[in-house]
């Protein structure tokens, strides 16, 4: 093997453990505990934004969504850094390798949010923590999936399948863009785990049994 690509393997490994971790800090569960409860013990379960806000209301379902959304950035954001500083240790990683690492840094962090182990693997569903990732690796895909979850969320009032569609449109829209080969497989192997995240909610919205997002205010 290559010397360069054991090293660029041995960055990504360690920056994607990194992005986990960060991931994986339980936002949602520890607002819940602020206020007393145990947030995987309410509504649908989940640590994720829509249920703390469903449970506790609006302005603490921003504050997680906030966080969330950030920890997607702050993780890729510190692996770019510390990949574009590796020549002032003697290290020269290719150019080329950089997307590749972000990549797999996406994927730990979106792994940390929704099976984060401090919690015994049970999370959040990945849309917030991979909103900010697709922000910092291509803002137009960001901008225009956000703009899908809108429309879908005014017609439907089903966060799940506004979520669901605006996950899938985002490879297409990647594509469409030419945008790096690396992020739109990021962006394909994303959509099908945020549908895996999302599994009881397409059983319920196969049945007509999903809710309408009727928020806690």
Do not use: C
Not at 98 to 124: D, E, F, K, N, Y
């Amino acid at each position: 093997m290559d010397f360069r690509l054991f090293i660029l393997t041995l960055v990504a490994g360690g920056l994607s453990m990194m992005a986990y971790l960060l991931g994986s800090f339980p936002t949602g569960y520890l607002v819940g505990k602020r206020q007393g409860i145990d947030i995987r013990e309410h509504g649908s379960g989940s640590t994720g934004a829509t249920n703390v806000w469903r449970v506790m209301g609006k302005g603490w379902g921003i504050l997680v969504f906030a966080v969330d959304f950030l920890k997607g950035i702050v993780a890729l954001g510190l692996g770019q850094l510390v990949y574009g500083s590796a020549h002032n240790l003697g290290v020269d990683l290719p150019a080329w390798g950089l997307p590749w690492v972000l990549t797999a840094m996406a994927g730990g962090a979106i792994v940390g949010h929704s099976l984060p182990v401090w919690l015994q693997w049970r999370g959040g569903k990945s849309v917030a923590t991979g909103l900010g990732i697709m922000v910092y690796l291509h803002w137009q895909t960001a901008v225009m999936a956000l703009t899908i979850w809108l429309v879908v969320m005014a017609f439907t009032r089903t966060v799940s399948l506004s979520s669901l569609i605006a996950a899938v449109s985002t490879p297409i829209l990647l594509i469409l863009w030419q945008g790096e080969i690396a992020y739109q497989l990021l962006a394909g192997v994303g959509a099908l785990y945020i549908i895996y995240t999302h599994r009881a909610n397409v059983q319920r919205l196969l049945k007509g049994e999903e809710h309408s997002f009727a928020p806690k205010i």
